[in-house]
């Protein structure tokens, strides 16, 4: 299966947000956290979100599957803010190819962060194994309460 990663563009907003809800609406069922969970975003703040990150489209096979948006924190340390696919590209073990191609694309940061559910094991073990330590934790709701991660790259002199 091909992976291209490019830039978003305004034109891909309504079909990206779709995807970003079904990837997402067992997790508005599970934390009924309305406020910021992003199965139940509106598509001004999705659009918002695109002008005011780094927002990219991850394409299978030339067909859009999901979405990156990252927050650049600084020259050398960027927040995965959201990474999601479309659930018939899920559970096909895309998420390590595509973690490295986002990671590849900026060679330039050296500290990645992020944050999962507490309870989202599946994310949290893929999180770890990719080299990201637990930093903390925020309590959003009582059914929901966010790990934070870190990662720190350490990269070779040319």
């Known amino acids: 299966m091909d992976i291209n990663i490019t830039k978003s563009s305004m034109r891909e907003a309504e079909i990206l947000l779709k995807i970003q809800t079904e990837a997402f ?8 956290d309305y406020d910021s969970s992003p199965a139940a975003e509106s598509l ?9 990150s780094l927002h ?3 394409h299978m096979d030339g067909k859009i599957a999901g979405a990156i948006c990252l927050v650049k924190m600084s020259d050398t340390h960027y927040y995965l803010f959201r990474i ?6 899920q559970n096909r073990g895309l998420g390590t190819k595509i973690m490295t191609k986002i990671e590849r694309q900026f060679p330039k940061v050296k500290k990645w962060s992020l944050d999962t559910p507490k309870d989202n094991v599946r994310n949290r073990h893929f999180y770890e194994k990719f ?3 637990q930093t903390g934790e925020v309590k959003v709701n009582e059914r929901l309460t966010l790990i ?8 070779n002199p040319p």
């Open 131 to 133: 080299g990201y330590k």
């Open 25 to 32: 609406k067992g997790d508005l069922k599970k934390y009924k």
């Open 44 to 52: 001004e703040f999705f659009i918002y979100r695109m002008n005011h």
């Open 56 to 58: 990219y489209t991850i």
């Open 84 to 89: 999601f696919l479309s659930p018939r590209y």
């Open 148 to 155: 934070q991660y870190e990662k720190k790259v350490k990269r």
